[in-house]
């Protein structure tokens, strides 16, 4: 499929374009561009949402470096990913969520717990 001005749906008039709204300039409610790393818009958040997931289904890394960046990861790639066309970022955005609900029916098949809320749920309390 070709991206180049290829419309999507409501908002979104070309995949190959960064998104026109974003969290910063009130979902095109206000009329100002806020500089390109500020260009969050809702699939972009979807993304950083999926992947915050993704790094949850895992088990928590016993380095104590590698566990800050597992935490820090999703909240930088939401902010690399503002200047990147939307198509690319819906992509991502639905792979993650893809991926997600594959390895949850792959593990409830294999028999093993599904760490994805004990995960959140314990990294909470340690924030607490």
């Known amino acids: 499929m070709e ?3 290829a ?3 409501w908002w979104i008039r070309d995949l190959s ?3 026109p709204i974003s969290l910063f300039n009130g979902f095109g409610l206000i ?3 806020p500089p390109q790393f500020f260009m969050i818009g809702i699939f972009h958040l979807l ?3 999926t992947f915050f997931l993704q790094t949850k289904l895992n088990p928590t890394p016993a ?3 590698q566990k800050t960046l597992f935490t820090w990861m999703p909240v930088f790639m939401i902010f690399i990913a503002a200047s990147f066309p939307v198509g690319l970022v819906i992509y991502w955005a639905w792979n993650g969520l893809l991926s997600i609900l594959q390895q949850i029916y ?3 098949r294999q028999g093993t717990e599904i760490a994805l809320f ?3 749920n314990k990294n909470s309390d340690k924030n607490e």
Do not use: Q, S
Request: hydrophobic letters at 45%; proline letters at 12%.
């Open 17 to 19: 374009a960064p998104d």
């Open 3 to 5: 991206m180049r001005h």
């Open 31 to 33: 009329n100002w561009e």
């Open 118 to 120: 004990t995960n959140i």
């Open 7 to 9: 419309p999507f749906f």
């Open 47 to 49: 993304f950083g949402f």
């Open 106 to 108: 792959i593990m409830k």
């Open 63 to 65: 380095d104590p470096i």
